[in-house]
């Protein structure tokens, strides 16, 4: 079966100050990996993916993901936050076993201060 | 291009009622899903379509819930007779023919449904 593991709720930072959105994932074969975002009142945003290859993803808005098959992370990341970024993030996970089926996280809410 | 569109937006129903939820994927796009956020916990999994045949329906809760999709367009939810229980978000999602494991899903804004 598998899993996915949002450990923060909530995370809070500073605009201009680096961010971290944290995901754990658990699979049977290799992952296909995703990050959605969703704004208030929207549905969800594809943010970017691991498929295969390079471990550092970079997708929209600035976003950047880090794929660590030895911890079987997939943290988002943001240099500098914005205002703007203040959402709620949700991580999601595939493989081959439930080919049609992404399994998703609780979601992070993320609130970025000016 | 217009993406997904899911209707209505919000409904509010007494238990034992019934309620259809649509939605309608982006033009071309095969693969169709249903997905359902309770209470704030994380975004499951109902069913899966490709094109009009239900590829995978592990997630859906029981037999008052039915999935249709018409002709490999549309497709409807229905939920009959709804339980307390049933309240959430619901979300139907489209991905691209061909991808199915690789390729991003693009969501509609959702059917909220709260159950009296």
């Known amino acids: 079966a598998q899993s996915v593991a949002q450990p923060e709720d909530q995370v809070n930072v500073a605009e201009g100050n680096p961010l971290t959105v944290k995901c754990t994932y658990s699979v049977s074969g290799n992952p296909y990996l995703f990050w959605y975002v969703q704004y208030p009142n929207r549905g969800l945003q594809f943010l970017l993916k691991?498929?295969?290859?390079?471990?550092l993803v970079k997708g929209s808005y600035g976003f950047e993901a880090e794929f660590n098959k030895s911890q079987t992370s997939f943290h988002l990341k943001k240099p500098s936050a914005l205002v703007s970024d203040s959402a709620l993030y949700f991580c999601a996970v595939r493989d081959f076993t439930n080919a049609g089926k992404s399994t998703f996280g609780d979601g992070t809410t993320l609130t970025v201060k000016p | 291009e217009a993406g997904v569109t899911q209707f209505p937006s919000h409904s509010v129903i007494e238990k034992g009622q019934t309620v259809t939820l649509r939605c309608d994927p982006i033009?071309?796009?095969?693969?169709l899903y249903w997905y359902r956020r309770v209470m704030g916990k994380e975004i499951k999994f109902l069913l899966h379509f490709v094109k009009e045949s239900k590829q995978d329906e592990s997630g859906m809760p029981n037999n008052r819930f039915l999935a249709e999709r018409t002709g490999g367009t549309y497709s409807t939810l229905k939920v009959q007779p709804a339980e307390l229980e049933d309240s959430g978000v619901y979300f139907c999602?489209?991905?691209?023919?061909?991808?199915?494991?690789?390729?991003?899903?693009?969501f509609g804004e959702g059917s909220r449904l709260t159950v009296l």
């Open positions: 999602a489209s991905s691209q023919p061909g991808l199915i494991l690789g390729g991003e899903l693009f």
């Open positions: 033009s071309g796009h095969d693969n």
């Open positions: 691991y498929i295969t290859g390079d471990n």
